[in-house]
């Protein structure tokens, strides 16, 4: 594949990135502002009484520009990174069509990225954690993910070497295996995090998690589309129907 096409795929993922992040912004504020809302107000209720603070930022603009900033950059940084693992993908994982690939590695992307390490460390809105732990739990969290995304790679290389003796199919149910088992190792090993005061609304909780893998779903759903539409009239463009030409009869 040459650089051309390379920096044409990323600049479409970019744009396929922005249009996927303005349908999990929507998602994220319909969904997820009311839960954060009430567990702001959860905290506030529970914090010792003491002088009003001054908000750097106030709340109204957290959940409009800077919500609407966070997402969209978000969304154009991981289209490109996703666009640049296409290059890389494309051809390399079976004989799928240029929209089927960009589907396909949306999906994984979505599993290995967010789901796996959401399973283990899941999101908590405001008021839920230790301030003190923020960077134990942070570190937590990435490092799950990027466990994911290895061990998700080395389960696909696992399933293409094995494909030749035991066939596609089975071949991938080994590498499928293999890959729950190794998770399933890394859940067992690395320490639990488990903050939630035993006081807050499991409803509240409860949504927000439930936004949040919405919105992560939205995200990665509308870029495999977009950019699996872009990428297809790239790669593969249809030819130009023929003029049809007047048939005159003889005379």
């Known amino acids: 594949m040459n650089s051309a096409i390379v920096r044409n795929l990323l600049v479409r993922g970019m744009l396929a990135g ?4 303005v349908l999990a ?5 319909v969904l997820g502002e009311p839960s954060v809302d009430k567990a702001i107000g959860f905290e506030e209720a529970h914090a010792p009484a003491h ?3 001054v908000e750097l930022v106030s709340r109204s603009l957290q959940s409009t520009a800077g919500l609407a900033t966070g997402v969209l950059i978000y969304g154009v940084s991981f289209g490109g990174i996703a666009a640049l693992a296409y290059c890389f993908a ?3 994982v079976g004989r799928f069509t240029p929209r089927a690939t960009a589907l396909l590695l949306s999906g994984c992307a979505l599993l290995a990225v967010y789901v796996v390490p959401f399973l283990k460390y899941p999101a908590n809105p405001p008021a839920v954690g230790d301030p003190d732990t923020i960077g134990k739990r942070t570190t937590l969290y990435f490092l799950m993910m990027v466990l994911s995304v290895l061990i998700a790679v080395a389960a696909t290389i696992l399933g293409k070497r094995l494909a030749p003796q035991l066939g596609t199919w089975y ?10 088992l190794v998770i399933g190792l890394a859940f067992a090993f690395l320490p639990a995090v488990n903050e939630v005061p035993s ?5 509240v909780l409860w949504r927000f998690r439930l936004s949040a893998l919405a919105m992560q779903v939205t995200l990665w759903a509308g870029f495999g589309l977009l950019f699996g539409e872009l990428a297809e009239r ?12 007047a048939v005159t009869a003889p005379s």
Request: glycine share 10%; hydrophobic share 55%; aromatic share 8%.
């Open 18 to 21: 922005l249009g996927a992040g």
């Open 51 to 53: 002088g009003h603070e």
């Open 90 to 92: 494309l051809g390399r």
């Open 171 to 180: 071949a991938t149910v080994v590498a499928v295996a293999a890959f729950a």
């Open 234 to 245: 790239l790669l593969d463009p249809k030819p130009a129907a023929a003029p049809t030409s």
């Open 199 to 203: 006081d807050f609304p499991a409803t």
């Open 25 to 29: 912004l929507v998602v994220a504020y």
